[in-house]
């Protein structure tokens, strides 16, 4: 898109265009077939509409979806959010059917009244609160908030006179202003990580020999125990196999994902006095939400594995 003064407009580019096409008639089949009676249910004390809009994702995510990609993708990191020429009326007639099935079942979910089903619009009705229901004095709507309490009262009769407007516009490419932080390459590197397995060959030969406890006959069992396991450390089903796979793929991986939030705290701490500083406070601030989140001992082992077309991904391994 290009800036012409007050106007955007359509400009040539070669980025990959995207076809919806495929993944828009998978929907419209799975709201047409029996699990879209799951996507709306009323609460049993008529107040609250419940969707569930996963299971209707889940079994879009199950059917095999054409890539939204066109033409060339080898290396493709970004694309174009312009059509392809000849689907806009197709784009937008998938759009209506989708609008017109999912309101058919919504009216389907809604409670009946005297044996007569409501409309969409009675029932907003009937749930809806009244503005004047959630007003509150500004002493009060004070009070809530230093309580740190959860309310939806709010005092709208007050009037804000002091507010601020500001004009949206598109910078031009031809900055004058430096940026907060300049491109760099942080590389972190751990040391002797393809001695480990000869470390700890080394460091179980050794307590094996200098283990009093041991008698020789034990002691040779032992070391046919050892040397069995090392000779074997490729098969998928050795311990050592097993080890060094948790040390790279786990233990190293660990360490270099604390580094480099370390890292990015470090930057902070020079910059945060600046305006834009905030944004890189609050990537570290999801990047720690994610490491806690992937890192939880108190969920089974599949609670992170999710499947998209078919494919499933471990989010443990992924992140």
């Known amino acids: 898109m290009t800036n012409s003064g007050s106007n955007l407009r359509e400009d040539g580019n070669n980025l990959v265009k995207l076809n919806y096409s495929d993944i828009l008639n998978k929907i419209i089949e799975v709201l047409q077939s029996d699990k879209s009676e799951e996507l709306f249910q009323v609460s049993d004390d008529g107040k609250r509409l419940l969707m569930n809009v996963d299971e209707i994702a889940y079994q879009v995510a199950c059917l095999p979806i054409e890539s939204l990609f066109t033409g060339r993708t080898s290396g493709t990191k970004c694309a174009s959010i312009n059509f392809l020429k000849g ?17 058919f079942l919504l009216e389907e979910a809604l409670p009946k009244q005297e044996n007569q089903t409501l409309s969409i619009q009675e029932y907003i009705n009937i749930i809806a609160t009244p503005l004047t229901n959630l007003k509150v004095t500004e002493q009060k709507f004070s009070e809530t908030i230093n309580k740190k309490e959860i309310s939806f009262n709010y005092p709208f009769e007050k009037q804000y006179t002091n507010l601020q407007k500001q004009r949206l516009t598109l910078p031009k490419d031809n900055l004058t202003t ?46 046919d125990i050892l040397d069995g396991l090392f000779e074997n450390q490729e098969q998928e089903g050795n311990h050592i ?49 994610i490491e806690q989140y992937i890192n939880d ?3 089974p082992d599949n ?11 471990d989010y443990q391994e992924f992140f």
Do not use: C, W
């Open 241 to 289: 196999f097993l080890l060094k796979k948790l040390m790279t793929e786990e233990a190293l991986g660990k360490l270099k994902k604390t580094a480099s939030i370390k890292y990015l705290e470090f930057l902070y701490k020079q910059v945060k006095h600046e305006e834009n500083a905030i944004y890189l406070k609050d990537l570290i601030r999801r990047l720690k939400i």
């Open 297 to 299: 001992e108190n969920k």
């Open 87 to 103: 689907l806009e009326t197709q784009f937008s007639e998938q759009l209506h059917t989708i609008q017109d099935r999912v309101k």
């Open 178 to 223: 430096s940026p907060l932080l300049r491109l760099h390459k942080l590389t972190i590197t751990i040391k002797k990580p393809t001695i480990f397995v000869t470390e700890l060959k080394n460091s179980l030969q050794n307590y094996i020999n200098n283990e009093e406890r041991f008698n020789e006959d034990e002691r040779e069992t032992l070391q």
């Open 303 to 313: 609670y992170y594995k999710v499947y998209y077309q078919g494919v499933e991904v």
